[in-house]
């Protein structure tokens, strides 16, 4: 590692997740919860095809958002070079998502949880 652990203050939390409830508008992908931690982020989403796409878009624009703030430097390293994906293949694969990231977290940080689905 070049650069120091990246954390993300109540400033950065913020900023990413606006930045990643803009991108999920944009695209017309349904946000249905969203929990930005101190380390990491967790968020469940419905959308088409193969999830890299849509997790690359979210550190971009979030990466993107953090540097027009100012509350970071171009060039900062934030993002692990991949992430964690997981397909949720029924309606009780997303209420048990939704539910981890929203209530199995620790105390709530960044958090955005859709008005309850069908």
């Known amino acids: 590692m070049d650069q120091a652990p990246y954390e993300l203050d109540e400033v950065r939390r913020d900023v ?37 796409p849509e997790m690359n878009a979210f550190k971009s624009y979030a990466s993107r958002r953090l540097n027009e703030t100012g509350v970071d430097i171009p060039g900062r390293k934030r993002w692990a070079r991949h992430g964690s994906t997981c397909w949720l293949w029924n309606r009780e694969n997303v209420h048990d998502a939704i539910h981890y990231v929203v209530h199995e977290q620790g105390a709530p940080m960044a958090l955005y949880e859709a008005p309850e689905i069908e």
């Open 16 to 52: 990413v997740l606006t930045a990643i409830r803009q991108v999920c508008a944009y695209k017309k992908w349904s946000l249905l919860a969203i929990h930005v931690r101190s380390t990491h982020v967790h968020v469940v989403l419905v959308a088409a095809g193969d999830p890299e």
